[in-house]
């Protein structure tokens, strides 16, 4: 395996067979679409501001540069031309969206454009771009608390407080009172300043041509709809899309009576009427077609009100977290293969009739402390409808309620054959399981 940090000296074509690759930019943890590009025929090539977590065993090949510099990628996308036959770039994370589509474009690679990408990144600047479809939700920015407080009135004074860089429910504020809105203004602001540096970033080196509002300054405020929330996982070429066999049902942290944002448990396959279905895939389409999201995965939040009205609370440019685990389990197809297929321009074939019903679980604690133990966990274990669990907090590791930017302690996914004992199987666990805390 060669590894190279920098940017490699260029050579000339006569000199090597140029491999077919496919660039990620940035890795974590997520290995899913890496493998699949590799089991593909790939070589999987990563653009990282530091090698770790154990990336040197995974990719064929790893660029180790400065992510702030402009003319770093710029000089990349030579390097990687002269070496590699690059049918794609990839990103397995919200926070590189926007590089992902800035390396593609100078490769000369389909992809979604730079201010789509940012679009999908910004929720300001996505809910300015929606605005042209009728399923958007009113909102308005805010970056002082007296503006806030104007556009809670204008809204009819039940909102939501949102981080525009968010993601996974976190950072989000129910708002009905001024009180509230308050408390929760004073809340971000404290967090301001622990925000994830790459999900918060302006982008200023890009030298954008468009108002990129700043994740740090600026907070949307939404009008709030009651309903079920649903979730849509989709794939996109350079002109086709495809979506997954069914929406995904959610159940928040309300739903288990809890004050904080994250989501309970999310259901596959969805109990929601057809027609739900289908109009929840039409405006999804639209969606899309209004961003000009091309070749990448697609995760669209949505909610279905009291009378059935479908509105769209966001879109990403990438694949729901957890989703392919649970497609997988429920379905027995692996979205990260077919995101590959999709982005190289192979049509996209999936199973539609369901195996199981599976639910995934994410647990939080009730307050901010350091983590002791779960409670009851032992007898999830002996539970045969266990199908995966993750404990992703150490022992007095700090941790917290999802608005408050925690991520959750543990991860657990259930089967079943029948979704209402499924579901109220789900709603046991959250209740059983407590997260401890000193």
Request: proline letters at 3%; hydrophobic letters at 40%; charged letters at 30%.
């Amino acid at each position: 395996m060669r590894r190279q940090k920098g940017i490699s000296k260029l050579r000339p074509l006569s000199a090597m067979r140029r491999k077919k690759a496919i660039v990620f930019t940035e890795y974590r943890h997520k290995l899913e679409s890496v493998e699949s590009a590799q089991k593909a025929g790939f070589a999987a090539v990563l653009v990282t501001r530091k090698i770790r977590n154990g990336a040197t065993k995974v990719f064929d090949k790893i660029f180790e540069v400065d992510l702030n510099q402009k003319e770093v990628w710029d000089a990349l996308a030579k390097t990687l031309k002269v070496e590699y036959n690059v049918k794609a770039v990839v990103s397995n994370y919200d926070h590189f969206v926007v590089q992902r589509s800035y390396l593609a474009e100078r490769l000369g690679v389909p992809a979604t454009t730079v201010y789509s990408a940012a679009c999908t990144r910004n929720k300001v600047l996505m809910r300015k771009a929606l605005a042209v479809i009728p399923e958007n939700i009113e909102f308005e920015e805010a970056q002082t608390l007296a503006e806030a407080k104007k556009v809670r009135k204008r809204l009819g004074g039940d909102v939501f407080l949102k981080s525009i860089a968010g993601i996974k429910s976190r950072c989000i504020f129910h708002v009905q009172s001024e009180a509230q809105l308050t408390k929760a203004w004073k809340e971000f602001r404290q967090l301001k300043m622990d925000l994830d540096t790459e999900l918060y970033d302006d982008f200023k080196y890009l030298d954008f041509r468009f108002n990129y509002p700043n994740p740090r300054e600026t907070v949307l405020v939404e009008k709030a709809i009651e309903g079920k929330q649903v979730t849509v996982s989709s794939l996109v070429d350079s002109h086709r899309v495809w979506h997954a066999p069914s929406l995904c049902d959610i159940y928040t942290a309300a739903d288990i009576g809890r004050e904080d944002s994250f989501l309970a448990f999310r259901m596959l396959p969805s109990k929601q009427p057809k027609a739900i279905w289908q109009e929840a895939k039409k405006i999804t389409t639209t969606a899309i077609n209004v961003l000009g999201l091309r070749n990448c995965a697609v995760f669209t939040d949505l909610i279905v009100d009291s009378a059935g009205n479908v509105k769209i609370i966001e879109i990403a440019s990438r694949m729901g977290g957890y989703r392919p685990l649970m497609y997988q389990h429920a379905y027995g197809f692996y979205l990260p293969d077919l995101l590959i297929r999709a982005v190289t321009g192979r049509p996209v074939k999936r199973r539609k009739k369901a195996q199981q019903y599976v639910s995934l679980l994410e647990l939080f604690p009730s307050e901010k402390g350091k983590f002791v133990k779960i409670e009851n966990l032992k007898e999830l274990q002996k539970d045969p409808a266990l199908v995966y669990s993750k404990m992703k907090a150490k022992r007095n590791q700090i941790v917290g309620k999802a608005r408050e930017n925690f991520e959750p302690v543990a991860v657990i996914l259930l089967k079943g054959k029948n979704y209402k004992e499924l579901k109220k199987k789900s709603f046991y666990y959250q209740e059983r399981l407590k997260v401890l805390v000193t």
